[in-house]
């Protein structure tokens, strides 16, 4: 689950929320015309993603878009004054299977996730970021215990999928799995990556050993 109160709040009451404090709103938005169009495409496809129908593909673009061109302003909003978001790309969420966010930060028993794994799982993670100079992302899954780690998988692109299938290697309390981002360009933010998430798991040996 997620530590941001936003996670909790529906499509509504945040359009509502921007509308009503347009003045706070606006240098990050500009138009507020425009916005209100990009959030109502937003909010027509709230109903049946929350009924689990599947959107057809141009839906799927159109939602894309819509959100892309949100997100793309609130970084460049942030990207105005000379600090990080200016420079480095960054993960707006890691959302695995079960519908459990990524920590920011390493700490195996805050990040932990309630649901225990077996050998053999598949557990995908949807991965989420944002480059202020639109440049391509790629995404890494690695899995470790203790200070063993192991690549598992490598994505490209806005949104990314990465897949885990858990191994015998993986059996063991508090195996943990962290998500890094890059952007293509070189001079990452810490040496070799951007921005991280981190999340924890059980993983049970199997019924026979």
Known sequence: ???DLLAYTELYSLSQLIEKNWDIFKPAFGDLARTKVFLGILADFRNPVAHSRE???????????????????????????????????????VTDSF???AGDFYDADMHVRPTRLNVGDRIAFQCVGIDPRGRELTWRLEVGTS???TEIATATGVPAELV??????????????RISVEHHGGFQRWGSYDDERICTYHVNPPLDS
């Not at 970084?75 to 969420?93: A, C, M, N, T």
């Not at 885990?164 to 799995?177: I, L, S």
């Open 99 to 101: 519908g459990h966010s």
């Open 55 to 93: 959107l057809l593909p141009f839906e799927r673009e159109l939602l894309s878009g819509a959100s892309g061109q949100l997100r793309n302003q609130v970084s460049l909003f942030l990207s105005r004054d000379d600090g990080p978001h200016r420079y480095y790309s960054s993960i707006e969420s």
């Open 1 to 3: 689950m997620s530590d």
């Open 164 to 177: 885990w299938e858990v191994g015998v290697t993986h059996v063991g309390e508090k195996c943990w799995v």
């Open 147 to 149: 200070i063993d780690k």
